[in-house]
Every structure is written in structure tokens, then in C-alpha cells.
């Protein structure tokens, strides 16, 4: 039976495993650090459509594709699908996921929506309510600042805060198939709102629920910051990984040593000119399939618990003045030998 | 042990119980013919609130709060919120439910938000990850009419194929407690695209989604329409109903006469001139709530399908020329004496 840990997580007695996974990324990203390490990387950004909510979709598309060849599945095999992406009415996973037949459970939690797809689908698995499940999320630059900031012809300044929305996909197998990574447990996250009220400073709307839900997940399990090999957080990007160090050590945590943050990582910030990072759905998606994943595959970490957070905004809201709230959810990933 | 059925559906073991619900709406669809059985209807359509978004969120915000007092519950006994609604990057939801402070899985199937919202919950409580839960959607014809198609201040036409928009909000607490409701099992939909253009034409566009989610409903459990005191679409409205009967006639199936949609019933569609019926995630949410429960808590019921449907659009996917897609969640209800 699985256990009921505290206020906010889980610890799964049947532990779903990570049957296997796909990333598909834009140009951008791929010339990036960590661009060796992605599955597909688009020559073009439309990838061969003609708008760019098309590209997104066909993100999706082909990452889910990748992930079933991978795992030697066909679509009838999978019973659901998780997914979801950052657009008004989710339609990048809408028009994405048609053409497979499976259904569908459509998520939204801003950029924590991989976090929260990847609980959901272990929950499922976990139950014993499906063998595999598929989770999947995405985002895209050109559609992400058509949707929340100015088009792309505008030609806006960004300032040092903006985070630079990531082109890519990842899609995750979730399986009752024993390999080498099993998700042992999830910390699933509240709307956190510290009143951040500017819309290109996502890190600092981000951060404190991030930090909320690290910290709801240590008290949850009795767990400590230095048991786990690392504590991988979505896209806080540089602002926002400095206010989570700070909010966690007041609640008595200390991560600094062991933390990342995939914004952080996809892009070269100077180089690249991407302000404080990389964002979005696809940024964490794409960065744990390809990066992070291998990692605890090898056996070089034994435990991480990854937490893609999201900021909880619209154009409407943003324009009503609303404040921008966080969500972060998070998922514990251990080797299995 | 719960039992996967068929291609879509499940069969609980332990079943969740509905252990109590809430139904919050406007002032029209309090003068509807359904506006004695709402457990709250608002003068003013704004709710005391500044913009048409806020407003909805009240309305989500009254309908937990009213869902949680019924039920003899405080927001702490409450393990998850399952929750989501039609605007872009669910802010109804975001900004209703940040209060109560819930771990929260957002969710997003457009109007089929009150079904899928239930069955994620179901499965969760069924899986013994939860005692109590809460599902959660709502609506707002202003917010809607804003997001969708003209702000109201144009003062559009509309075609007699086009639905209004419920200002409403149902909440269920899904229960490991035993009341005269369980949720005996679930049929998960897919997308279901049968090249419907006319955003102004939900009913056609999700009839077909429907059809196949009750077709697979009937397939899975082995089961027939006659078996069933009623099978209650969210949102077909008259154009969508009369496609689901011949749909399901091709498919062997005739529910004809044990049929009801909560977007027909809602509204007087002559008195109140709301054209083809109501829709929205409020819509079914309360109408199910206020209208169709207590008919299976009373007994009078003993077996009923709730079907929710929703069409997969955004302005962007239909000014891009897009399909409106649908999809439809089944969730079947039960008496327990």
C-alpha cells in the first residue's frame, strides 16, 4: 500500500519506473551546453510548419513518437496521456496528441506542468490502473511571446531578469516495467503568491513556491538537503535560484551544493543572451529527458528529486494587476540497481 | 483490486463516494428553469468584484467554501483540489483557489473540465492516496464572451447554433465516506476531430467526442443504454443533441429516450434567448450538483453516466484556421442504498 507522507506527498509501495524517454528541441537550444545531448534538434523553428503554434504541436508530435519507438511500444499500448503546454486553452497538446487515440487527462500548471503530468501519470501507474502511461508537456519560444509577451516582430528589449522561453518537448513512458529509474514519490505543490507583481521576473514568482514545496517535501519524508545527489528545479534561472537558496536556509535548509536549475543549464546566458535563463513546460521536460536522466540511468546519482515550478499568470491577469503566483511540484526519481 | 476495462474505461474496487457538492450561479441562471435548485445565485453577475475574471473567481471560491461547509470539512482534511476552468492559463482557478492553501492539480479539458476534473479525483481516492479531495470548475459568460469571441460592449450577433456561456461553479468532495453516491467507474476520452470549422457550432464540434466516449463507456463495461436511468451530456445543447443520436443510432445505440444535456436544461432557450443552450465548464458542474444529484441520493436514480464535453479551441487555433476538435469524459454514478 502505498504510504500518505505528511501533508503534501506520497511514497509509492508498487514505485512506477521511467520506461524510457525523448527530448526534441529547437536550434537554439541545440547549439547550446547541453545541445550533445538531446534526441532531435530542429533546424528550423517551425519545424516545417506554418505557424508556430503548428511547431509546437509537432514538438509534442515527434517527442511522444521518439519516447513510444524507444520503449518498444505502439500507441495502443499506452492507456493515458498527461499532458499539457503553456498556451491560452492548452491547443499546442490538442493538436499535438490527435492523432494518436489515447486518452487524454490535459494538464496546466505553467512551466510546473511537467512536474505535475509526471506525478499524475505515476499516480495512475502506481494505482494499477494502467501498465504505461505517457506524460509530455512543451513550449516554444515564438508561440510563448505571441501568447504572453509581444510578437516577435515587435522587437522588444527583454531585461536582465527575462527568462527566454525554451523550444522543446519531453515525453516520459511511465511503467509498471522495472529499469533503472523509479519515481518513489511526489510532493505535490499549493498556488503560492509573495506578491511578485512583474511578469519578466518569473524566478522571483517562482521561487518561493519552489522553496515551499523543497521544504514540504524534507518534512515530509525526514529527509535532508544532502541525501539527495541533486535537487533539480525547472527554470527559476539565476535571479530566482538566489531567492530560493535564501527562503530555503531561512526554513533551515541549505541546497546551495547540490542544486541546478535546467534554465540555468540549457543556455550559455552571455553567449546566448538569454537574461537570466531558459523557461517554460518544454525547458525541464526536455532537460531532464536528455541531461539529468542518464545520470541516475548510470547509477552515478542514486536519488534526485526534480521540481519544475510554474508562474501562474495570464495577459488578462497581468493586465488586471494581479500578482503573479508560483506552483512547483515535486517528483522523487531513484536508481534502481 | 480496481479492474482496467476495455480500451478506455475502469471499474473502482473501492469506490469513491460523492460525499457532498456545491453549486454557485449568475443571476440568469438562477431565472432559468433550474434556478430553485441552486444552492447560490448571485444578483450581480460581477459578485461584488472588479473584473468579469475575478468574478469567476468568487464564484469557484463560494463553491468550495459551500462544498466544504456541507461537508462537515475543514481546507486542511482536504488532500488534493483537482481544478480548472476555460480561460486562458486557467487564472479563474489560480486566483479562486489560492486561499484555501490545497495541494492542487490543475486541469484543463475545456467545457469536459467537470468530468475529467472528477475522474482524477475518483482515481486518486479509489487509489488510496486520498481521503477527501476536491473537484472544482467553473465558468463566466462575460469572462468567456471576452476570451472567446467579443467583449460584450460589441454587442455581436449570435447565430442560433451558438450555446451561452453558464456563469456557474460546481464543487464536489470526492469521499473515502460512504454516502448514497459512488462513482462506480470512469470512461476516459480521446480527441475525436471531425473537421467541424464553426467556433460558433460547439455542439456539433463536441457531439462526436461524446458519442465515442459513450460508445467505449458501453463497449468496456459490456453494458446497454437501457441500463442506465439517464446519461447526461454537459453541453451539446440542441444542435449537438440531435448529431449524438444519430451518431450513436450508426454506432448500434439509441439513447433517445433516456438522454438529458445540461446546456438544454438550464436555460428556456425561447424565454431566455440563449439559442442552442447553455455550455461551459460551470454549466454540467452545477447543474449536476443542484439538478441530477439528489435525484440519485433520493434513490429515485440508481445508475447514470455524466459525460462532459468540451471543444478544443483557442482564438488563435480557429483564426489560424484550425478544427475545433472535442472531447468527453465519462463518470458513472451510482446508488447506494
Not at 50 to 64: D, N, V
Not at 154 to 167: D, H
Not at 232 to 250: M, N, P, R, S
Request: charged letters at 20%; glycine letters at 12%; proline letters at 4%.
Amino acid at each position: 500500500m502505498s504510504e500518505v507522507k505528511g501533508k503534501q506527498s506520497l511514497r509509492f509501495a508498487k514505485t512506477p519506473f521511467i520506461l524510457n524517454s525523448a527530448s526534441v528541441v529547437g536550434k537554439k537550444e541545440g547549439e547550446g551546453p547541453l545541445g550533445e545531448y538531446f534526441d532531435v534538434i530542429g533546424n528550423d523553428d517551425k519545424f516545417g510548419c506554418e505557424s508556430w503554434e503548428e511547431a509546437e504541436s509537432t514538438l509534442q508530435k515527434e517527442a511522444a513518437t521518439l519516447a513510444l519507438g524507444k520503449s518498444g511500444l505502439t500507441p495502443e499500448e499506452i492507456r493515458y496521456i498527461f499532458a499539457g503546454d503553456l498556451l491560452g486553452q492548452t491547443i499546442a497538446t490538442s493538436f499535438g496528441l490527435l492523432d494518436f487515440e489515447i486518452p487524454l487527462f490535459g494538464v496546466y500548471g505553467a512551466c510546473s506542468t511537467a512536474g505535475e503530468s509526471m506525478s499524475l501519470g505515476a499516480m495512475c501507474v502506481a494505482a494499477g490502473f494502467a501498465e504505461n502511461v505517457l506524460t509530455i508537456t512543451s513550449s516554444h519560444f515564438a508561440s510563448a511571446e505571441k501568447q504572453f509577451r509581444f510578437p516577435l516582430e515587435y522587437g522588444n528589449q527583454r531585461p536582465m531578469s527575462a527568462t527566454w522561453t525554451v523550444t522543446g518537448s519531453g515525453a516520459y513512458v511511465l511503467s509498471t516495467q522495472r529499469t533503472h529509474v523509479k519515481i518513489s514519490g511526489i510532493t505535490t505543490g499549493k498556488i503560492v503568491d509573495y506578491g511578485i507583481h512583474d511578469s519578466l521576473n518569473m524566478g522571483a514568482a517562482m521561487a518561493p513556491a519552489a522553496a515551499d514545496t523543497i521544504a514540504a517535501h524534507f518534512a515530509d519524508f525526514g529527509s535532508k538537503p544532502e541525501e539527495y545527489d541533486r535537487i533539480i528545479t525547472g527554470d527559476l534561472g539565476t535571479v530566482g535560484q538566489e531567492i530560493l537558496f535564501d527562503l530555503l536556509k531561512k526554513k533551515g535548509y541549505d541546497i546551495e551544493n547540490n542544486h541546478s536549475d535546467c534554465g540555468i543549464e540549457i543556455f550559455d546566458a552571455k553567449e546566448q543572451d538569454t537574461d537570466a535563463g531558459g523557461s517554460g513546460c518544454g525547458c525541464s521536460a526536455s532537460v531532464l529527458s536528455a541531461y539529468y536522466l542518464p545520470k541516475i540511468i548510470s547509477g552515478e546519482w542514486k536519488k534526485v528529486l526534480f521540481v519544475p515550478t510554474g508562474a501562474l499568470l495570464s495577459t488578462v491577469s497581468y493586465n488586471e494587476g494581479k500578482n503573479v503566483p508560483g506552483i512547483a511540484h515535486g517528483v522523487m526519481l531513484e536508481y534502481v540497481p
